[in-house]
């Protein structure tokens, strides 16, 4: 069952996001991406979630009466989260190794190092990082405010640095490992906390600074392709895009528009509901098709199409059905 007290401007920063994603695990050209501006909008995919998935958590911990990190990492709350992504990612992991035929660890490798192998089947492995150093995040931002943010944002600068020495030093192309590490989406997660407890403080003319910033710094580093020392690996979804897309995602929450249609309340809470479904759904299917299927769709804009539906219907037929089963194992309880 779908609660109806949901926030239904947050179903559409995420139904947009999975949008986002699908779209950007589809082979378009270099040259179209940046036609396009894909860095503006399509690759502020997984910056979206980062955001709300602090935001979602901080709401959580609030409704809950949690302000300290032994309620945080109880056993209820972390098995359920772990509950929530382990399974389904364990089929998909399942599902690749079965049809690779490249054998178990060379298949789990590859779908973690190479993006065009399982696009996005990096994801579940940082969110798992996620749940452990979220209530740190948290409850830090709670008790110091900006002096936390300006803590977490040295600590993601060092992190980077350090990583940068690391590849540097000895010589080696580690880049393939960087995407699995929570610490580049830090900065996402502080905001989108500091967003929930502190939002009165965050002032429009404040946002407005920030986003011409983002702008300015997507146009150089992402567009016209300008090194850097830092930040030059997956540029699109670094620390500096915060300034750009955090703006966005608090002008949409803070929005008093309203959806009339009921119905598209609905769609919009169902989709909502199942993006990680959406999610894992997507990376099994552009596996499939860019490693098994040996007729490709040669259209870009069929095979675009053709893929945002079967993806988005079908992850929401497994979002139902483990819904229905869980519910099932609740009655059955009682």
Same mark, same amino acid.
């Given at each position: ?71 945080? %990492?109880?056993? &209820?709350?972390?098995? #359920?989260? !772990? +509950?929530?992504?382990?399974? /389904?990612? @364990? =089929? ?105 407890? %502190?939002?009165? &403080?965050?002032?429009? #003319?404040? !946002? +407005?600074?920030?986003?011409? /910033?983002? @702008? =300015? ?112 194992? #609740?009655?059955?309880?009682?």
């Amino acid at each position: 069952m779908l609660k109806n007290n949901r926030n239904i401007k947050i179903d559409i920063l995420k139904s947009i996001a999975i949008f986002f994603v699908i779209v950007s695990h589809i082979r378009f050209s270099s040259d179209i991406k940046v036609f396009m501006l894909f860095p503006f909008w399509i690759d502020m995919a997984v910056p979206i979630f980062m955001i709300l998935t602090a935001v979602n958590y901080t709401n959580s911990c609030l409704r809950k009466n949690i302000y300290n990190l032994k309620d945080c %990492y109880s056993f &209820k709350s972390v098995s #359920k989260q !772990l +509950l929530r992504i382990l399974p /389904l990612y @364990i =089929i998909l992991v399942l599902f690749e190794v079965l049809m690779s035929n490249q054998g178990i660890l060379h298949t789990i490798k590859l779908m973690l190092t190479n993006s065009s192998f399982s696009p996005g089947a990096y994801y579940p492995i940082v969110f798992l990082q996620i749940i452990f150093i979220l209530p740190i995040i948290y409850i830090l931002i709670m008790k110091y405010r900006e002096k936390a943010l300006l803590l977490l944002s040295a600590v993601q600068l060092f992190t980077e640095t350090v990583w940068r020495l690391w590849e540097y030093f000895s010589y080696t192309d580690i880049n393939a490992y960087y995407r699995l590490l929570c610490f580049r989406y830090i900065i996402f997660l502080a905001v989108g906390c500091y967003y929930v407890l %502190y939002r009165e &403080k965050i002032k429009n #003319k404040h !946002l +407005l600074l920030s986003s011409l /910033l983002g @702008i =300015i710094y997507i146009i150089l580093f992402c567009m016209i392709d300008v090194k850097t020392l830092l930040f030059n690996t997956w540029t699109t979804t670094s620390m500096p895009t915060v300034l750009y897309i955090a703006p966005i995602v608090f002008l949409i929450l803070e929005s008093n528009f309203e959806i009339k249609s009921n119905c598209l309340k609905k769609i919009l809470t169902i989709i909502g509901s199942s993006t990680y479904h959406i999610f894992i759904l997507q990376s099994a299917w552009f596996f499939f098709f860019y490693n098994c299927e040996k007729k490709q769709i040669k259209s870009v804009v069929i095979f675009s199409f053709i893929s945002i539906i079967t993806c988005v219907v079908l992850g929401i037929l497994i979002f139902g059905a483990e819904n229905k089963i869980r519910q099932n194992k #609740k009655t059955k309880k009682r």
